[in-house]
């Protein structure tokens, strides 16, 4: 079966400074990678996905993830964070063919004037 | 615009009186699946549907229904809702294949069962 692990409930930066945002998998193969992020009373929104190829992939608003294998890790980065980015950031897992994601429990982004 | 729509956005209601959350997809997407969230446990997954008439169980099935008898709608129903059913639910949607693969959320409803 997989899961996500994402390590941190709660993350502070300062509006400007760099972001890395953790997520662990865990799948007997290469799965499927997704991070989705969360503002206030709203609906998921997809920033990013991950199938095969470049380890380094590019999603909306200045986003970008690094799938690394060794590590079973997926994590989210952003160079400078702005103020509107701070929200509630979710890592999803599926097998290959899948279409039923598992969820990580969420990174909460806080970000200081 | 391609979204997914749910209706209502807030709803409170009694115990055991029956309820319907809508969800309708404008994409011609095949998958649509719920998902209730709570706090401290992230996003888990109601049912699930692959394409009409097609159902089946997710993660936390009791005491909901759903059905899927046209592919833009996905009801959830709670025939006895109960307290512990207070929520906040999403329905979601994919395409299949890799280019449209990737759920796309409504706003979400906000459940309160008193």
């Known amino acids: 079966a997989q899961s996500v692990t994402q390590p941190d409930i709660h993350i502070t930066v300062s509006e400007g400074a760099s972001l890395e945002l953790r997520c662990n998998y865990s799948?007997?193969?290469?799965?499927?990678l997704f991070w989705y992020v969360q503002s206030p009373g709203q609906g998921l929104q997809l920033l990013l996905k991950y199938f095969s190829g470049d380890t380094l992939v590019q999603g909306i608003k200045g986003f970008e993830a690094e799938f690394k294998r060794s590590q079973s890790s997926f994590n989210l980065r952003k160079p400078s964070v702005h103020w509107s980015d701070a929200a509630e950031y979710f890592c999803?897992?599926?097998?290959?063919?899948?279409?039923?994601?598992?969820f990580g429990r969420g990174t909460s982004l806080i970000v200081h004037p | 615009e391609a979204q997914v729509t749910q209706n209502p956005r807030y709803l409170i209601t009694v115990t055991g009186k029956k309820l319907t959350v809508t969800c309708s997809q404008n994409m011609n997407h095949e998958y649509m699946s719920w998902y209730r969230q709570d706090p401290g446990l992230g996003l888990r997954q109601i049912y699930y549907?692959?394409?009409?008439?097609?159902?089946d169980k997710g993660d936390v099935p009791e005491g909901y229904k759903v059905s899927r008898k046209e592919k833009r709608n996905f009801p959830l129903i709670l025939e006895s809702p109960s307290p512990n059913q207070t929520s906040l639910y999403f329905c979601?949607?994919?395409?299949?294949?890799?280019?449209?693969?990737?759920?796309?959320f409504g706003s979400g409803t906000r459940l309160t069962v008193v």
């Open positions: 999803a897992v599926t097998g290959r063919g899948s279409y039923i994601p598992t």
């Open positions: 799948y007997g193969a290469t799965p499927y």
């Open positions: 979601a949607s994919t395409g299949r294949g890799l280019l449209n693969y990737g759920y796309t």
């Open positions: 549907s692959m394409n009409v008439e097609v159902t």
